[in-house]
């Protein structure tokens, strides 16, 4: 299985709501991460956990708040956004203990905020 | 941040003919990968060069890398309309696992049939 799950692939939500994004994949991958990507730029990156721990913040607003509760899984928390947030959201993973970093990434949650 | 800059930011071929397109970055890097992405959904992992090499190839794709002139450029030959999509040039500075990569602006590659 070499496919990264998430879900949702759209999620509409007002800025006082408290959602979930989720991201799975079965690849024993022992690094995750999350990139946010607006329209028509690039991915940028957010936050990346190794062996479940965060490793990497990019300084990400407090109103996103990822969360790694075993190694095949990755959520990000979202609330109080703001409708600048609106964004396509993307998972990723890797292995770790190689000297390249191919990332595999996921199909991406379109979120809107109202 | 972003490091990586493409060039050009468009490009419209058609079906048959070459593309290149090109990639510079500001420090120094361990890897440099190319990424497509269809349609703002995933990326797919094109292609991966390391520090010390210079050029590499996977079927219809050749990358070269100019570590002196902090560059990339990525050559599709005999282009198809599926490979119509946005590329990504992507480094990551430490190496190894667990290191978030700095992508570029993109080029947005359309394929005239």
């Known amino acids: 299985d070499t496919e990264v799950t998430q879900t949702p692939k759209h999620l509409v939500m007002g800025m006082t709501n408290k959602k979930s994004l989720k991201c799975e994949q079965h690849m024993g991958h022992r690094a995750m991460y999350w990139y946010k990507q607006k329209a028509k730029k690039p991915p940028e990156l957010m936050f990346v956990y190794s062996y479940e721990k965060l490793s990497i913040n990019e300084s990400v607003p407090s109103r996103f708040s990822p969360e790694c509760p075993n190694s095949s899984l990755l959520n990000l928390h979202l609330h109080a956004l703001q409708p600048e947030d609106s964004a396509l959201y993307l998972c990723a993973s890797s292995q770790i203990l190689v000297t390249y970093n191919e990332q595999f990434f996921g199909p991406g949650t379109r979120l809107t905020v109202l | 941040s972003q490091q990586g800059e493409e060039d050009p930011q468009a490009l419209s071929i058609q079906e048959g003919e070459n593309a290149t397109m090109n990639c510079s970055y500001k420090?120094?890097?361990?890897?440099l990968q190319w990424y497509r992405q269809n349609s703002g959904r995933g990326l797919v992992h094109l292609i991966l060069?390391?520090?010390?090499?210079r050029e590499k190839h996977s079927g219809r794709l050749r990358v070269t890398l100019d570590t002196s002139k902090k560059s990339s450029s990525l050559l599709i030959t005999a282009s198809r309309a599926a490979d119509t999509a946005s590329y990504f040039c992507?480094?990551?500075?430490?190496?190894?696992?667990?290191?978030?990569?700095?992508f570029g602006k993109g080029t947005h590659l359309i394929i005239q049939p």
């Open positions: 420090t120094s890097i361990n890897n």
């Open positions: 060069i390391r520090s010390n090499e």
């Open positions: 992507a480094t990551d500075a430490r190496g190894g696992g667990a290191d978030g990569l700095t």
